[in-house]
């Protein structure tokens, strides 16, 4: 399978709703990951002994996984069923956002990525993909893209995100790492632009800064 199948897969007979957002179930995605690609391997990020990242007392879990000999790296807050980040997670919370987190890292490699933009099908079985439609005199407003998987709007949540995005950009070692994590998380940071963007503008200035420092050593 490629990677463009795997982005046209129908996914929906596999997604939960709950809380009016939509779960792909992750045992099912991971196996169709490893049909797509068969040396499909996944790893989850461990900090200080642990396989989450303490911010402020909540948690925010890290996914990689690799299909296609390209690695994708992904977050996720641990949070309840309202969304909200939950506060000394336990060992059921924190397995839980993992898995949740593996899926939606999968979808940067395709896997469902349609559900994350707020579309009911894949492009090819859209009626746009099907039917070529004769172009609007009038262009039509452009779609806000919605938030991913176990994501909220909340002041709290994207500060939380921020917090994430600035500390793991700090473990990069040079500017190959530091562009790839700035891609992998680009639908995040699209939508953190829009919603809040002296937050987008934060973490900006913060990988600017580390871009610079990296092309000065060279």
């Not at 199948?5 to 929906?12: D, G, P, R, Y």
């Not at 397995?95 to 994350?116: D, E, Q, V, W």
């Not at 262009?139 to 909340?154: H, I, Y």
């Amino acid at each position: 399978m490629s990677r463009l199948e795997l982005l046209n897969l129908n996914v929906n007979d596999h997604v939960e709703k709950k809380n009016n957002l939509s779960y792909l179930s992750w045992a099912w995605a991971w196996s169709e990951a490893l049909k797509a690609d068969p040396a499909a391997s996944f790893d989850v990020q461990i900090f200080n002994g642990v396989p989450y990242m303490e911010v402020n007392g909540t948690g925010m879990v890290w996914v990689t996984t690799n299909l296609f000999g390209k690695p994708m790296a992904c977050m996720l807050p641990i949070m309840n069923h309202r969304n909200q980040p939950i506060q000394n997670p336990d060992a059921f919370q924190v397995n839980t956002s993992i898995m949740r987190c593996l899926t939606k890292c999968l979808a940067l490699h395709g896997l469902g990525l349609y559900i994350y933009a707020g579309e009911d099908l894949p492009e090819e079985d859209t009626p746009q993909a099907v039917q070529k439609a004769a172009p609007s005199p009038k262009a039509a407003a452009p779609k806000q893209l919605q938030v991913m998987e176990g994501w909220d709007n909340s002041d709290a949540s994207r500060a939380l995100f921020t917090d994430g995005m600035i500390e793991y950009a700090s473990h990069c070692t040079d500017k190959a790492g530091l562009n790839s994590y700035w891609r992998s998380n680009q639908l995040q940071l699209d939508s953190l632009k829009t919603t809040h963007p002296d937050l987008y503008a934060k973490i900006l200035n913060h990988f600017t800064t580390l871009r610079a420092t990296f092309e000065s050593n060279t």
